[in-house]
């Protein structure tokens, strides 16, 4: 399995419920028992994917003209949130990208973004985002996997951008039924490999951390927000 993208894809954070926080591609990878290569990069940009993973991968791999069983990128959630955020231009970015992997796979795979995305909330755009990856992974081939309505305290963190370790898993477990769908059975579902324990302490510290950092990242939002309407004013 080879995979692009940015932090969301690279995976890497804190634990929840001491579950060690990885990628949803890495879960899928474990799932259907494929090695896993990545190229991911925390806060990619579609170009960074074309102009500096995609020739990461030509020059690092040890077996550049190897093909391999599934190939997948998400990205995105980074360039919608930029103020020259411009949707012909993330599409043609993205289906060069999608094209390069799906030459290189048997079988592509991405995924939409969810709608209830950042704070202050990147609104339209997501739908813009999501309208373009779908044009290109039809023109491509490529399965794509819904996230639009991917959202709540537990398994998005509280930036509304980040999963959480249990979000990675049911996103991966959302990408292992579009697979499913297409007769691609996983050996295992990720949510059948962890085990994690909640007690009452820990929930109470959990929440407890979750309202402060939700209560900041608003709090900074609004002020955000508040400003760059008295700009525009």
Not at 73 to 78: H, L, P, S, V
Not at 125 to 131: G, P, Q, T
Not at 210 to 216: C, D, M, N, P, V
Request: overall charge neutral.
């Amino acid at each position: 399995m080879l995979a692009f993208g940015d932090s969301i894809t690279n995976g890497g954070g804190e634990l929840q419920w001491g579950v060690a926080l990885q990628s949803w591609a890495l879960w899928v990878a474990r799932a259907l028992g494929f090695p896993f290569t990545s190229y991911a990069v925390d806060g990619a940009q579609v170009t960074g994917v074309v102009e500096q993973q995609l020739p990461a991968f030509q020059r690092r791999s040890a077996h550049p003209e190897a093909r391999y069983e599934l190939g997948c990128i998400y990205i995105g959630t980074n360039d919608v949130r930029t103020l020259d955020w411009n949707a012909a231009r993330f599409e043609s970015k993205f289906r060069q990208a999608l094209e390069f992997i799906a030459s290189r796979s048997d079988r592509t795979l991405t995924l939409t973004t969810p709608l209830d995305l950042a704070r202050p909330r990147a609104g339209p755009r997501v739908a813009e985002l999501n309208d373009a990856v779908e044009r290109a992974a039809e023109e491509v081939g490529a399965f794509v996997t819904d996230l639009r309505d991917f959202r709540g305290r537990n398994v998005v963190m509280a930036d509304h951008v980040h999963p959480t370790a249990l979000g990675q898993i049911a996103i991966a477990e959302r990408v292992l039924a579009t697979l499913e769908r297409e007769g691609i059975k996983p050996m295992v579902m990720p949510s059948q490999l962890i085990q994690y324990d909640i007690t009452w302490g820990k929930r109470m510290r959990g929440d407890m951390t979750y309202a402060y950092r939700h209560l900041k990242i608003s709090t900074v939002a609004g002020a955000t927000l508040a400003l760059s309407r008295i700009r525009g004013s």
